[in-house]
């Protein structure tokens, strides 16, 4: 059973500082791995996607992907209190997959509190 | 990205009956996916539905339970049947634009009492 595990957190950052949001996957073969943010009572909202090892960055965001130790994260540089949600990390299948093999796993969120 | 809406956005219903929950998107998309999400908790995938296809379901949910219809390739039904105060939750559509990016709708409140 393919797992993505998140810290639920509540992870708190002053205004201002780097917020860092860890995730890991059990499945070894995934090869698409995506960041979604949810603000209370909203739907998800994509913002990052990562196919390849190393990182990408757009914007204040970056997420960083190591295959090797089935690890991504994402980082929020000169966090806002507006970044306050939970983002939810979601591990795709390998990448010439069809049908329903295309789903995503996502994992259990981790909630973020930007502090003024 | 693509521009998903659903119908209704919220519903209070009794329990016996049963709701479909309507999603139309803006542009052709194959794969069409149906979410369940309850309060504080993570997604949990209902089902997949090609259009043209019988969809598939996960692991606890039947097709008896939660129909689905996929008619073509902008628009997607999902029905709860004969629905119990456990089935409350939101639901939520989300369609895929390629490279497995997928964009959800703003989903659908429903509340069995």
């Known amino acids: 059973q393919k797992e993505v595990e998140q810290n639920s957190g509540p992870l708190s950052v002053p205004e201002g500082a780097i917020a860092s949001l860890n995730c890991t996957y059990s499945?070894?073969?995934?090869?698409?791995f995506f960041w979604y943010r949810q603000y209370s009572g909203k739907s998800p909202e994509l913002i990052m996607s990562i196919y390849s090892n190393g990182d990408k960055e757009d914007g204040r965001f970056t997420a960083q992907l190591n295959k090797a130790s089935q690890y991504v994260s994402l980082l929020i540089r000169d966090s806002q209190p507006s970044d306050s949600a939970t983002y939810l990390c979601?591990?795709?299948?390998?990448?010439?997959?069809?049908?329903?093999?295309?789903?995503?796993?996502f994992g259990s969120g981790t909630q973020l509190t930007v502090l003024p | 990205s693509a521009v998903i809406s659903q119908k209704p956005s919220r519903d209070i219903c009794q329990r016996g009956t049963s709701l479909t929950i309507q999603c139309q998107v803006d542009s052709q998309v194959t794969m069409m996916f149906w979410y369940r999400q309850q309060p504080g908790q993570s997604l949990t995938l209902i089902a997949t539905a090609n259009q043209g296809s019988e969809a598939t379901y996960e692991s606890g949910f039947v097709i008896d339970k939660f129909p689905i219809s996929r008619p073509n390739l902008t628009f997607s039904t999902l029905t709860v049947s004969n629905m119990s105060p456990e089935d409350s939750s939101i639901y939520l559509c989300s369609v895929e634009a390629g490279s497995y990016e997928q964009y959800f709708g703003p989903g659908t409140r429903l509340t069995v009492t």
């Open positions: 979601a591990v795709g299948p390998y990448l010439i997959s069809s049908g329903s093999a295309r789903q995503l796993t």
């Open positions: 499945d070894r073969v995934s090869q698409s």
